[in-house]
C-alpha cells in the first residue's frame, strides 16, 4: 500500500513507513529509477525542441549549410527540403527539386508538380493575353 502510493507521488519519505527493509530500498530504487527517466526524457524533448528551432531558422534564412549543424537526421532532412522546395517555387526551377530528391526522393515528385503547376499558370496567363 505504501509502496504503490510513494511510487505514485515520487516520494521518499513514504518509503521510510514501510516496515520490511527490502521493500523500503525497492521503494528508493524505484522512485530513483522513475526520476532518472523523467530527467532523460526532459533533456531529450529539450533538444528535439532546440534541433527544431535551428531547423526553422536555417530554413528562414535560406542557409542549406546551416541545416547541416542539425544533429537529428530528420530534422537536418526537413531543413533542407524546406529549403529545396522554397527555392524551386520562388525560382521556378526544377533543379531545387532534383536536389531535393537526393535528401528526400518520395518528395521529388510533389516538388516537380509545384514548379510545373506555376510553370503552367505563367504560359496559360501570357497566352491569354
Not at 549543424?69 to 517555387?89: G, P, S, T, W
Not at 526522393?105 to 501570357?126: A, H, R
Amino acid at each position: 500500500e505504501f509502496l504503490d502510493e510513494a511510487v505514485k507521488k515520487g516520494d521518499k519519505k513514504l518509503c521510510k513507513k514501510i516496515e520490511l527493509d527490502r521493500y523500503e530500498t525497492y521503494c528508493k530504487e524505484t522512485i530513483d529509477q522513475k526520476a532518472k527517466e523523467e530527467k532523460a526524457k526532459e533533456e531529450k524533448l529539450e533538444k528535439v525542441k532546440k534541433e527544431q528551432s535551428l531547423a526553422q531558422k536555417f530554413a528562414f534564412e535560406d542557409n542549406l549549410e546551416g541545416c547541416d549543424k542539425i544533429e537529428d537526421e530528420n530534422f537536418q532532412k526537413q531543413c533542407k527540403a524546406n529549403i529545396l522546395i522554397e527555392r524551386a517555387v520562388k525560382f521556378n526551377e526544377a533543379k531545387h527539386c532534383n536536389q531535393l530528391g537526393e535528401i528526400l526522393p518520395e518528395e521529388k515528385d510533389s516538388c516537380l508538380g509545384l514548379v510545373n503547376l506555376d510553370t503552367i499558370e505563367y504560359s496559360q496567363s501570357k497566352s491569354d493575353k
